[in-house]
T-cell receptor, first 114, second 111 residues
Framework: ETGVTQSPTHLIKTRGQQVTLRCSSQ?????VSWYQQALGQGPQFIFQ???????GRGNFPPRFSGLQFPNYSSELNVNALELDDSALYLC?????????????FGPGTRLTVL | SQQGEEDPQALSIQEGENATMNCSYK?????LQWYRQNSGRGLVHLIL?????REKHSGRLRVTLDTSKKSSSLLITASRAADTASYFC???????????FGKGTKLTVNP
């Protein structure tokens, strides 16, 4: 176990709806990264938050947004859901924002958009 | 877009055999990491190798990096059924700290 938790485990939404996914990082980890993993693919970087500020973003539209809170929790929000948003969403916490800081992944939230 | 490409896509071996997976990438990297993922769940960091390193070991894992060929290999020796998982390489490039993952190799170790 990595000590990183995510909720909910599974979620079903319909196209056009909005969703909030939650992540609880390891205590002391001030960096959280979010990834989208489509079936049969590797994870794709969505964005990273460091000390509650966005610290890098991948090729995802603005309808993907996030928040990081002082209590080591964070959120990923997706507006106007599309069918292609169906995927496993992973968060990963680390001590710092560098790639050499080991990332500890949560078990993921599987989102299905109908 | 995905930078690392693992090869083979799938690998099936018997317990006790060695498993070798390869990763190729397109442009210069800062470092390369290998991760394991069981049954579509969270990833587990295995090992990081920097661009100026050629080989690293961790337990039954051996990773090599050939920057001239833009490739890396992960060797798991004396495999066990518990090694059954998908294995991903991830690279960082340029001034970016973000990880770019490949599509992974699905390893099955038969008891």
């Amino acid at each position: 176990e990595t000590g990183v938790t995510q909720s909910p485990t599974h979620l079903i939404k319909t196209r056009g709806q909005q969703v909030t996914l939650r992540c609880s990082s390891q205590s002391g980890h001030n960096t959280v990264s979010w990834y989208q993993q489509a079936l049969g693919q590797g994870p794709q970087f969505i964005f990273q938050y460091y000390r509650e500020e966005e610290n890098g973003r991948g090729n995802f539209p603005p309808r993907f947004s996030g928040l990081q809170f002082p209590n080591y929790s964070s959120e990923l929000n997706v507006n106007a859901l599309e069918l292609d948003d169906s995927a496993l969403y992973l968060c990963a916490s680390s001590l710092g924002p560098l790639a050499t800081d080991t990332q500890y992944f949560g078990p993921g939230t599987r989102l299905t958009v109908l | 877009s995905q930078q690392g490409e693992e090869d083979p896509q799938a690998l099936s071996i018997q317990e006790g055999e060695n498993a070798t997976m390869n990763c190729s990438y397109k442009t210069s990297i800062n470092n390369l990491q290998w991760y394991r993922q069981n049954s579509g769940r969270g990833l587990v960091h295995l090992i990081l190798i920097r661009s100026n390193e050629r080989e690293k070991h961790s337990g039954r894992l051996r990773v090599t990096l050939d920057t001239s060929k833009k490739s890396s290999s992960l060797l798991i020796t004396a495999s066990r059924a518990a090694d059954t998982a998908s294995y991903f390489c991830a690279v960082t490039q340029g001034g970016s700290e973000k990880l770019v993952f490949g599509k992974g190799t699905k390893l099955t170790v038969n008891p």
